[in-house]
C-alpha cells in the first residue's frame, strides 16, 4: 500500500480500540468516552430548524464563519475569558479539534518542536505528528494533582522549540492549570518566543475552588496565542462539529489558509445552532456543570473503595480523571484496560495514548449516567476481590 511516513507515525488510538473491543460485548459498563451523553438543548436544534426553514443553510460561508456568530463569539470571549477579541481574530472551526490541528498547520514547520505537558490528550501529539513535527513531553507533577512543571518546560526547550500545546482543564486528567503558573508559562513563551496553543474545551466545567484561566487575556501574549474552544462539551453539541479559535488579526489569514483545503467553511446549519447556543439561556451551562460535579464525587467515593487498587487526583475540572493503577499487571495500561473490559466488562482508556507519562494510569470518564457509574464499579470491586482472594 501506498501511504504516507507522516501518516505511517501516527499510532492506533487505544481510544478508538477500546470502543471497537467493546461493541464486542453486551451489556458494557463504559466509561472510555469524553464525550457528553446528554443532548443539546432543544432551542438550539430549533434555532437550526428554523435556519433551513428559511434556506439559509445550503450554501458556503466565508471560511472564517458567520460574521454574526463571530461578533457573538468575541462577545463571550470578551465577557468570559477577558480576552479582547474582535470578529476578525476569531475563526469558525470543526469543533476545537480542527482548529487545533489548522493552528499546528500553521504555526509548526516540519522538524519544530512542539511541547506538551503530559500526560496530554492524545490527539494533540498525533496533530504535531501530522504537521511532521516532533512532539516533546515536560511530565507534569503528579503528586500534586498533575500540576504544571515550569522548571520541566524549561528545560525542554530547544533552539528548534516552536510551541507548547497543552490543554486546561486537562484531557486526561481533569487538571486545572492555575492562573498564577499560566503566567509563568506566559513569560517563557515570550522570552523564546514560542507560540502558545490552547484547547480550553472544557473551560466551564470547573470544580471547588478552581478558576479557568485563558492565557489570551494577558495583553502582552496577543501575537504568541491561539486559544481554540468548542460547542461540544460546553452545550453538548458533539455531533454539530461546530469550536472556535482566537488568535492575532496577522496569524488568521495565515490559519484560514491551512482550515480552507480540510473543511471549507463550517457546516452552516451548525453555525445557526451555534448562535443560538450563544444568544439565549446559559442555564443549560450551569445544569451539565452541576451534573458532572456531582458524577466526579460519586466516583471519586467509588474510588476510595479501590484504594489498593488504583490512586488517584481529584480532578478539579472536565468530566475525566486518571487514577494510577497500583497493581502490578497495571505496568501495562492496555493490557489491563483489555482484561478489565473482558473479564468485568468494564470499559476504559489505556492512560498509554497520553504520553510516556500515561503509562501505568487509565483513564476514566464521569461524563456518564451516574447508574453507569455505579454498574461500573459494583463490577471492579467484585472482579479484584476475586483476582486478589
Ligand atoms: C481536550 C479535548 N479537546 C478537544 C476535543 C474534541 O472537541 P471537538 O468536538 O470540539 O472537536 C476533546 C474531545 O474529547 C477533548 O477532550
Redesign the pocket.
Known sequence: MNYSKRVANIPKSAIHEMTRLSKQIEDVAFLSW??PTSGAPDHIGKAAIEAIKKGLVDGYADGLGLLELRQEIARKLRRDNHINANPAQIMVT?????G?AAAVMATIDPGDEVILPSPT?S?HINQVLLASGKPVFAPTIEEQGFMLDIEAIRKAITPRSKAILY?SP??PTGTVFREQQLRQLAEIALEHNLMVIT?E??EYFVFDDHKHFSIASIPEMKKNVVSCF????TYAM?GW?I?YLHADEELIPQINKAHIPFAICVSVVSQYAALAALKESQDCVAGFRQKYLSARNLMCQRLDHLNLIFEYQKPGG?Y?MFPKILVAEGKNSKTFCEKLLREAKVSTTPGVDFGPTGEGHLRLSFCVPEEMINKAFDRMEVYFKNESG
Open positions: 469524553a464525550k470543526v469543533g476545537a479539534i480542527e487545533i490528550y490527539t490543554c486537562s484531557n484547547d474545551a472544557y468548542t460547542f461540544t462539551k458533539t462539529r469550536g472536565s475525566l
